[in-house]
């Protein structure tokens, strides 16, 4: 079975997004996305989605056709669709990154390293800083380097 990688963005027509509308989409998202083997991240920064979603083609093509016809947003722009061999974003069936409520040391290094528009990270335009924020949000997740622990060392 052929799997692939398609990365797109869109516009929220609600602004700003409803935090519990975000809720329910990442949850049943991420009990769809695990029936269909599909894994991914969504970020937000201020209106403006970014996801990413790896899994079988078949899968993957069906739910982005769900995707587009979705009214929660607008202009959906494919970015890239490749078939692959390795997964990146294999941590999550889905996992929502609001750059917005990153603490604020994350969130700055974000906002010098991609720049801000309005007060939000600016989403790159070229493919491969758009790999490069994704990349980051996923370490940021994985890695929650303000969750250090402040216990003295023994």
């Given at each position: 079975m052929s799997h692939c990688r398609l990365i797109y963005q869109s516009t929220s027509v609600r602004s700003p997004v409803d935090?519990?509308?975000l809720r329910d989409l990442i949850e049943r998202s991420t009990e769809n996305n695990k029936a269909?083997?599909?894994?991914?991240?969504?970020?937000?920064?201020?209106?403006?989605?970014?996801?990413?979603?790896?899994g079988p083609s078949d899968a993957v093509n069906a739910l982005f056709g769900r995707i587009i016809r979705d009214k929660r947003h607008r202009d959906v722009q494919?970015?890239?669709?490749?078939?692959?061999?390795?997964?990146?974003?294999?941590?999550?069936?889905?996992?929502?990154?609001?750059?917005?409520?990153?603490?604020?040391?994350?969130r700055e290094y974000l906002a010098r390293k991609y720049s801000t528009?309005?007060?939000?990270?600016?989403?790159?335009?070229?493919?491969h800083e758009v790999y490069a924020l994704l990349?980051?949000?996923?370490?940021?997740?994985?890695?929650?380097?303000?969750e250090a622990s402040t216990?003295?060392?023994?």
């Open positions: 935090n519990e509308d269909a083997g599909i894994t991914g991240l969504l970020l937000l920064s201020g209106n403006r989605f970014l996801q990413v979603l790896e494919l970015l890239t669709y490749e078939h692959i061999g390795e997964v990146y974003f294999d941590d999550w069936n889905m996992y929502l990154v609001d750059l917005f409520d990153l603490p604020k040391a994350p528009h309005e007060g939000t990270v600016r989403i790159p335009s070229r493919l990349l980051d949000a996923r370490s940021i997740c994985l890695t929650r380097p303000w216990a003295e060392p023994a």
